[in-house]
């Protein structure tokens, strides 16, 4: 993973997000992919569950945060508006370093406000230990970040979860 983040083969891939009132662009979500030049794309299913058992997603992770604000850069340049864009997070994430602040840091450094990134996180990612995800959460909120909850309903789904924690938007699988 080290070689394939020096050499650019770590790459964010857009998907647009439309409102459904107006049909309008309000959002995009920032979804890595690994495209390396022998084995040319390789699918997330097949490096993301080995990087996050190997706790080393959070460097993708934040490598797809820094690409977000290069893409910012040169959105505006062009003349582009910008929209938010969303990450996704993985539990281990929050084990190895301080997401909140690196992710709050790197948009600082780079000029943007807090509100330009939302922060995806899965029901899997609240339900693996309650406190301190939900203390990560009220995190991101402090700093200005929105968080949402990603694939609500994939697996074992409680309606407690939507009210355990402070979501600002809920993503139905």
Same mark, same amino acid.
């Given at each position: 993973?080290?070689?394939?983040?020096?050499?650019?083969?770590?790459?964010? =891939?857009?998907? @647009?997000? !439309?409102?459904?009132?107006?049909?309008?662009?309000? +959002?995009?979500?920032?979804?890595?992919?690994?495209? &390396? %030049?022998?084995?040319?794309?390789? $699918? %997330?299913?097949?490096?993301?569950? =080995?990087?996050?058992?190997?706790?080393?997603?959070?460097? *993708?992770?934040?490598?797809?945060?820094?690409?977000?604000?290069?893409?910012?850069?040169?959105?505006?340049?062009?003349?582009?508006?910008?929209?938010?864009?969303?990450?996704?997070?993985?539990?281990? &994430?929050?084990?190895?370093?301080?997401?909140?602040? $690196?992710?709050?840091?790197?948009?600082?450094?780079? /000029? =943007? @406000?807090?509100?330009?990134?939302?922060? $995806?996180?899965?029901?899997?990612?609240?339900?693996? +230990? @309650?406190?301190?995800?939900?203390?990560?959460?009220?995190? !991101?909120?402090?700093?200005?970040?929105?968080?949402?909850?990603?694939?609500?309903?994939? /697996? =074992?789904?409680?309606?407690? *979860?939507?009210? &355990?924690?402070?979501?600002?938007?809920?993503?139905?699988?």
């Amino acid at each position: 993973v080290d070689e394939a983040l020096e050499k650019g083969w770590i790459k964010a =891939y857009y998907q @647009p997000i !439309f409102r459904s009132v107006t049909g309008f662009l309000c +959002a995009e979500e920032a979804l890595a992919r690994w495209e &390396d %030049p022998a084995l040319g794309v390789i $699918e %997330p299913k097949d490096f993301i569950p =080995y990087l996050e058992e190997a706790h080393l997603l959070y460097k *993708v992770d934040l490598r797809i945060v820094e690409l977000i604000v290069r893409d910012f850069k040169t959105k505006q340049q062009a003349g582009v508006p910008l929209v938010p864009v969303s990450i996704n997070l993985s539990r281990f &994430d929050f084990e190895k370093i301080d997401m909140v602040e $690196e992710i709050r840091k790197t948009l600082s450094e780079a /000029g =943007y @406000p807090p509100s330009v990134i939302a922060v $995806e996180i899965t029901e899997a990612v609240a339900g693996t +230990a @309650p406190t301190f995800i939900s203390k990560q959460i009220s995190r !991101f909120h402090e700093a200005g970040f929105k968080v949402w909850m990603d694939d609500f309903g994939s /697996g =074992y789904s409680s309606l407690n *979860v939507l009210t &355990d924690f402070d979501f600002y938007l809920v993503k139905f699988d």
